[in-house]
C-alpha cells in the first residue's frame, strides 16, 4: 500500500462525527459577545459533530485546568479552546494546557502561524497556539481572535478532526 492510499485508508475509517466542546477562556468575554465560541461552536455542528459541552472561564490557571477535566469528563474526545495564547500577563492557557499534553503536536502550532502569516504577517509571532493529546483526548488552543479561529477551523481542523480522533483512540493510548 503506497503512501497515499494508506492516508486515503485512514481518512476513510474516520469518524464523520466526533464528540467535542468548545472551552472560552477570557477575562472579558460573555456568552454574549462570545464570537469565537460561537463560530466554533456553529463550524462544529454544520460539519455534522457533536458538541458536549461548552463553557466559558476567566484567564486563570486552577479555572483552566478544571474546566479541561470538566469537559473530558463531559465526553469530549476534542476541545477547542479561545483565547489566553498571546504573551499578555493574563496569558496562562498555553503553560496550563503544555503541562496537561502527554504527546505534544508540534505541528498544529507550526502550520498554525505558517497561515497566520499570510494573514497577519509578523504578527503571527505572537501566536502560541498549541495542541496535543492530554489525558481524554485531544486539546487545541487558538487564539482569542475569530479570525485567528477561523484560520485554525478552516486550514487545519475542519479537514483532519476525524482522522485526529481516530488516530487517538484506534490503538488506545498507554497508561
Known amino acids: 500500500m503506497n503512501d497515499a492510499t494508506a492516508a486515503d485508508a485512514h481518512l ?3 469518524p464523520k462525527r466526533v464528540a467535542a466542546a468548545v472551552l472560552t ?9 462570545d464570537a469565537s465560541g460561537d463560530y466554533l461552536e456553529a463550524r462544529l455542528t454544520a ?35 479561545t483565547g489566553g495564547t498571546g504573551i499578555a500577563g ?19 502550532g507550526e ?17 502560541r497556539a498549541v ?3 492530554a489525558d481524554g483526548g485531544l486539546i487545541f488552543a487558538l487564539p482569542g481572535s475569530r479570525n485567528a479561529v477561523q484560520t485554525a477551523w478552516e486550514g487545519l481542523l475542519r479537514d483532519q478532526l476525524g482522522h485526529l480522533v481516530y488516530e487517538v483512540f484506534r490503538q488506545g493510548q498507554p497508561e
Open 12 to 14: 476513510a475509517a474516520a
Open 25 to 33: 477562556i477570557s477575562d472579558t468575554r460573555t456568552p454574549a459577545t
Open 47 to 81: 460539519a455534522g459533530h457533536r458538541v458536549v459541552a461548552r463553557r466559558l472561564v476567566r484567564d486563570e490557571a486552577e479555572a483552566i485546568r478544571g474546566a479541561f477535566a470538566a469537559l473530558f469528563a463531559a465526553g469530549a474526545q476534542v476541545v477547542l479552546s
Open 90 to 108: 493574563r496569558d496562562v492557557t498555553v503553560p496550563v494546557v503544555e503541562a496537561l499534553l502527554k504527546k505534544p503536536l508540534p505541528g498544529f
Open 111 to 127: 502550520l498554525f502561524r505558517m497561515l497566520s502569516y499570510r494573514e497577519v504577517g509578523g504578527a503571527a509571532m505572537l501566536s
Open 131 to 133: 495542541g496535543g493529546l
